[in-house]
């Protein structure tokens, strides 16, 4: 069944030391399996990137997970996705992901996530597509980029313009529907778990 929407989901390969980053890993993925939606993510079975997977399924929705055959043993590969597509490159992956995404959403991560993050970003002011972006920002995890981020804006070299292509919310409750409802699609009423 094709699902409602696809979320591309950038986050850590560790699991960080705050647990609230491992909690709202598990409740992205199940607003999108509960919500009709897909996972599309790095295809490791560490850290929160393992969690969202995981919770996702459990859920019962779909899992597409996007490695490169370099990273199968060392992020580990989570062989229970329903699609797990091996690519030769870094770059391969990162254009599958977007390509088979509606929307990203960005969770705590270190500098893969960062480098992910930044690159859809600044597809999206360059025009190359035109999907909603979110940014998690979860126990304030991403405060000093973001300072910085302003930072950068007060010595004109960010505008507001480009600082507005990119939502960032606390909840993945508020933030996951808004960006889906931005992308002109609509998740699916809350389905029970049987
Ligand atoms: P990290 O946030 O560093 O734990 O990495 C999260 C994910 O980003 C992992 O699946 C990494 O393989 C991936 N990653 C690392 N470097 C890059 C990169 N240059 N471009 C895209 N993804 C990357």
Known sequence: MKPAFSVCVYCGSKPGLEPQFAQVAQQVGQWIGQH????????????????????????????VGIIPKALV???????????LIVVDTMHERKRLMAERSDVFVTL???????????EVWTWRQLGYHDKPIGILNTAGYFNHLLAFLKTSAKQELLSDWQMNLVQIDESPLTLLPDLVQKAGLTPEPHLQQI
């Not at 599309?40 to 850290?47: N, P, T």
């Not at 705590?108 to 930044?118: A, C, D, Q, R, Y």
């Open 36 to 63: 009709g939606g897909q996972l599309v993510y790095g295809g490791g079975k560490a850290g929160l990137m393992g969690v969202v997977a995981q919770a996702t399924l459990e859920a019962r929705g779909q899992v």
């Open 73 to 83: 043993e060392r992020e580990m590969a989570f062989t229970q996705c329903q699609e």
């Open 108 to 118: 705590p991560g270190g500098i893969g996530t960062l480098e992910e993050l930044f």
